[in-house]
C-alpha cells in the first residue's frame, strides 16, 4: 500500500492490510482512510483489525460495490465510536519512560513570535498573546502535544544568550502580555539555565506587561526567587483520568494546585487552564471535582485568569501523532473542521465548556478571575458564559484592564 503512514504500522497489520488489498484493490484515496483509520485503532488498543472490517457484508458483491461498501462500514463504524465519549476504564497504556533528552545552547536571534490563533478573520477571539521561545522542546509525553511535531524530539534547546538578548530588546507599544509556554513547559526547568533570572529582568523593564509562566509541573524551588510582580505563574489543569492516561510524566492534579497553593501564599499571582477538556465517559463528574478543587483551595480574588479549551489539531499534528504509534485514545473523537484545524463538533464543546463553567460559585463569576475560551469559535462564548465580546479589540482590552487590574491588587495586598 502506497500511504506513508502504512510502513509505520505492525508488521501483522502491514500483513494483513496488503491481503485485504490484493483482494479488494483499494484506490488511492482508499488506501488513506484505511491506514489512517487502522493506525487509529491500534493506538486505541482496540484491535484486532480483523474486527473492525466485516468481510461477511461483502460476500454477495462483486467488483467495485464490493469494495466501496467494506470500505464504507469501516468508517461507518468507527465513526459511531468516535462519536461516543472516550472510554478509559479498559485502557491501561504501557509505562513510558522519560527519552533521554540532550539539553543543548543555542544562541538564537528570533525569539518572539505570536499567539497560534489564525491570522486572518475572527474566527476565534484572539487575545494578541505575544510568545517568547526561551526553551524549545518538553520533557512531558502529553499525547496530544502539538510541540514534538516541531522540535527535534531528543534535545531541548536553550536560549543561551537569553539575558543579553531580553535586556536589549524593545518591545513593540501593543506588547502587553507575554506567554513563555507555547514552545515547552515555563517551569519544568525551573531557573536552572537563568531563564526565570532573565524573564525578571524583562519584567522590571516593562512593568505594564504580564509575563505568563504556563506549567504542569509541580516543581517549586523558583519560589525562592524575588520575581516582579508582572510574572503570572498558570497551572494547565485536567481530569485526573485525562492526567494518568494521556499526559505522561506530568505532575498529578494534587501536586499542580499544591505547587500553586505554595506561589499564591509567596504573593505570585496565580491561573489556571482547563485546557484541553477531553469528552470521555465521566467527564461531567471529574472536571466538576476539578473545579471545586480550584474553588475550595483559592480565593477567587487570588486568581488572575481561567482559560477554558479542548483538543484541536493541525493536519500535520494528525500526522506525527498517527505516525507515532503510541497507545492513547486522544483521537477517539470526532474530528470535525475549526478554523483551518480539527476539533470536536460545536455542540460538544458548548456541552463540555458550558458544564464547567456553572460548576463555579457566583462569587468566582463575579469577582474572580478573567473567564475566556482559548482559540475556540466566537460561538460559543454566550452559550458558555452568557456574554460575548463583539470582537477581538473588545475580547483583548477587557482582558488587558482585567489582568493589569488584578495584578496591581495582588501587589497591593502583598505589601501590606
Avoid at 504500522?9 to 502491514?14: E, F, I
Wanted: glycine share 4%; with cysteine; proline share 5%.
Amino acid at each position: 500500500m502506497e500511504h506513508p503512514l502504512f510502513d509505520t504500522l505492525p508488521h501483522s497489520a502491514q500483513t494483513y492490510l496488503k491481503a485485504l488489498h490484493a483482494e479488494y484493490s483499494f484506490s488511492f484515496q482508499e488506501q488513506r482512510q484505511i491506514v489512517e483509520t487502522a493506525s487509529d485503532i491500534l493506538q486505541w488498543k482496540m484491535g484486532p483489525l480483523e474486527r473492525w472490517f466485516d468481510e461477511a457484508a461483502t460476500s454477495n458483491l462483486q467488483g467495485r460495490k464490493r469494495t466501496k461498501t467494506l470500505v464504507s462500514n469501516l468508517l461507518k463504524r468507527v465513526n459511531e465510536e468516535r462519536k461516543s465519549p472516550t472510554v478509559y476504564t479498559d485502557f491501561f497504556p504501557s509505562e513510558r519512560l522519560p527519552d533521554k533528552y540532550q539539553s543543548v545552547i543555542r544562541h538564537t536571534e528570533k525569539i518572539m513570535g505570536r499567539c497560534p490563533c489564525p491570522v486572518e478573520g475572527e474566527k476565534t477571539r484572539c487575545c494578541n498573546l505575544k510568545t517568547l521561545d526561551a526553551v524549545e522542546q518538553c520533557a512531558f509525553g502529553c499525547s496530544y502535544c502539538s510541540i514534538q511535531s516541531f522540535y527535534n524530539k531528543s534535545e531541548i534547546q536553550v536560549v543561551g544568550n537569553l539575558q543579553e538578548r531580553l535586556q536589549a530588546i524593545k518591545l513593540d507599544d501593543d506588547t502587553w502580555h507575554i506567554g513563555t509556554g507555547q514552545s515547552s513547559d515555563s517551569l519544568l526547568w525551573g531557573n536552572d539555565y537563568g531563564t526565570l533570572d532573565a524573564l525578571a529582568t524583562l519584567a522590571r523593564r516593562y512593568p505594564k506587561t504580564i509575563i505568563e509562566l504556563k506549567t504542569k509541573s509541580h516543581r517549586t524551588d523558583w519560589l525562592a526567587m524575588d520575581l516582579p510582580p508582572n510574572i503570572v505563574a498558570t497551572w494547565s489543569l485536567n481530569a485526573p483520568t485525562i492526567i494518568e492516561k494521556e499526559e505522561h510524566l506530568s505532575a498529578t492534579l494534587s501536586q499542580r494546585l499544591t505547587a500553586a497553593r505554595q506561589a499564591a501564599d509567596k504573593g505570585i499571582p496565580v491561573g489556571f487552564h482547563l485546557h484541553p477538556m477531553v469528552y470521555f465517559e465521566g467527564w461531567q463528574d471529574e472536571y466538576s471535582s476539578v473545579i471545586e478543587e480550584v474553588t475550595t483551595t483559592f480565593k477567587a480574588e487570588e486568581v488572575v485568569m481561567f482559560s477554558i479549551g479542548t483538543l484541536t489539531f493541525t493536519k500535520t499534528v494528525l500526522r506525527t501523532l498517527r505516525s507515532q504509534i503510541r497507545e492513547s485514545r486522544i483521537l477517539d473523537m470526532e474530528l470535525t473542521a475549526a478554523a483551518g484545524k480539527y476539533s470536536y463538533p460545536l455542540p460538544t464543546k458548548q456541552k463540555m465548556f458550558a458544564h464547567a463553567y456553572s460548576c463555579f460559585p457566583k462569587e468566582w463569576k463575579h469577582e474572580g478571575p478573567f473567564f475566556y475560551l482559548c482559540m475556540e469559535d466566537p460561538s460559543l462564548w454566550e452559550p458558555t458564559f452568557g456574554y460575548s465580546y463583539p470582537d477581538d479589540r473588545s475580547f483583548e482590552a477587557a482582558m488587558k484592564k482585567a489582568y493589569q487590574s488584578k495584578v496591581e491588587f495582588l501587589d497591593r495586598r502583598k505589601h501590606l
